[in-house]
């Protein structure tokens, strides 16, 4: 059965990194495109960032160009989101989500996914 396992969240101060890892098992059918996802409280999920399967094509929000970076290990099945300059209005839960087929959706909506991990919570203070 498929999974998809996050970590690396915590608390930070803003201007401050954090780190987080997803790593996918267990998929009968090759991942297509991954990416990661964040909804606050009282907020919709927001699409952070996107990458295909074999690290190319990143997509980024607006909202994170500039201080996040999205990256993939083939080899260790993890897809990782570096954050740095943290700001408190990043404070969310992250997710991360991963797709078996080419969705007709952009990669930045989580229309275009069909896989999504528990999530690990960030939290930026100022």
């Known amino acids: 059965q498929a999974h998809l396992v996050e970590s690396g969240g915590g608390s930070v101060q803003a201007g401050g990194s954090l780190r987080l890892s997803c790593v996918a098992s267990g998929y009968s059918i090759s991942v297509k495109y991954m990416g990661w996802f964040r909804q606050a409280p009282g907020k919709e999920r927001e699409g952070v960032a996107s990458?295909?399967?074999?690290?190319?094509?990143?997509l980024y929000a607006d909202s994170v160009k500039g201080r996040f970076t999205i990256s993939q290990d083939n080899a260790k099945n993890t897809v990782t989101l570096q954050m740095n300059s943290l700001k408190p209005e990043d404070t969310a839960m992250y997710y991360c989500?991963?797709?078996?087929?080419?969705?007709?959706?952009?990669?930045?909506?989580?229309?275009?996914?069909?896989?999504w991990g528990q999530g690990t919570q960030v939290t930026v203070s100022s």
């Open positions: 989500a991963a797709s078996t087929a080419w969705v007709g959706a952009v990669r930045l909506s989580s229309l275009a996914y069909n896989d």
């Open positions: 990458i295909l399967n074999g690290g190319s094509s990143p």
